[in-house]
């Protein structure tokens, strides 16, 4: 709302200077356009973190390394690419029981071992698979699936079209009521929305604990490219 509050000012000031050298201001109409493009996502990023706890900090780390190895070959094995299949950061810390904090020493439960896992999916059709056998390897914590297009930059392009054109027939047609014309466009300006969010995306939201059915739970829903246009017009 500030950045077109921003816009509008500048447009006031900046009209009458522009046309001011040649005798008067012009008047002008000024509208927003918008329009939005809902998109079916072909395309999936699966952030999990494997997590192992054992006495022995030797033994938690070798869990963990073959825990990792299991989910890569799952992936593998359903033709995601070596490249798309990532480790962003790794932690290992002492872990202690919390149920009883007033006991002294606390009871200590082990080392600690995670890894974030990062795998991006260019086909969703595998993607209830994946995470089946993701469960069905030992991991017992699956963060979030972000949905994605392949062609967001063509939505994208259509997106703002349309928003374009919006704003041209709003601007018409409130000229139209006053008895009067647009001319042409003197000013368009485009207001940076956020990367398309999900609409109607009921997949895996926040974390699957291991004995939740995972089962045909990943619906797609779609992804919303939107575009907000300012355009200002000659009035005649």
Same mark, same amino acid.
């Given at each position: 709302m500030k950045a077109l509050l921003s816009i509008l000012l500048l447009l006031v =000031? !900046?009209?009458?200077?522009?046309?001011?050298?040649?005798?008067?201001s012009i008047p002008l109409v000024t509208v927003t356009g918008t329009a939005e493009v809902l998109v079916v996502p072909d395309q999936a990023e699966l952030r999990l973190t494997v997590k192992t706890l054992d006495l022995n900090l030797q033994?938690? *780390?070798?869990?963990?390394?073959? =825990?990792?190895? *299991?989910?890569?070959?799952? #992936?593998?094995?359903? &033709?995601?690419?070596?490249?798309?299949?990532?480790?962003d950061s790794i932690s290992v810390e002492p872990e202690y029981q919390e149920d009883d904090?007033?006991?002294?020493p606390r009871k200590?439960?082990? !080392?600690?071992?995670?890894?974030?896992?990062?795998?991006?999916?260019?086909?969703?059709?595998?993607?209830?698979?994946?995470?089946?056998g993701i469960v069905e390897a030992g991991v017992d914590r699956l963060d979030d699936i972000d949905f994605r297009s392949s062609t967001l930059r063509e939505h994208s392009?259509? @997106?703002?079209? =349309? #928003?374009?054109?919006?704003? &041209?027939?709003?601007?018409?047609a409130m000229a139209k009521e006053l008895g009067q014309t647009i001319g042409k466009a003197v000013i368009i300006s485009e207001e940076q929305l956020p990367y398309g969010s999900a609409a109607n995306n009921t997949g895996?939201?926040?974390?699957? @604990?291991?004995?939740d059915s995972v089962e045909s739970t990943v619906a797609l829903g779609r992804i919303r490219v939107s575009a907000r246009i300012l355009v200002a017009f000659e009035l005649h």
């Open positions: =000031l !900046y009209v009458p200077t522009a046309f001011g050298q040649h005798g008067a033994i938690a *780390r070798t869990k963990n390394d073959d =825990l990792v190895k *299991r989910v890569f070959t799952l #992936a593998a094995g359903l &033709k995601v690419e070596g490249v798309d299949l990532q480790t904090e007033t006991a002294e200590f439960l082990g !080392y600690s071992m995670s890894k974030r896992v990062v795998i991006v999916v260019r086909d969703v059709a595998i993607l209830d698979r994946l995470i089946t392009d259509e @997106a703002r079209l =349309l #928003a374009v054109r919006a704003a &041209k027939q709003k601007a018409t895996l939201a926040g974390r699957v @604990a291991v004995g």
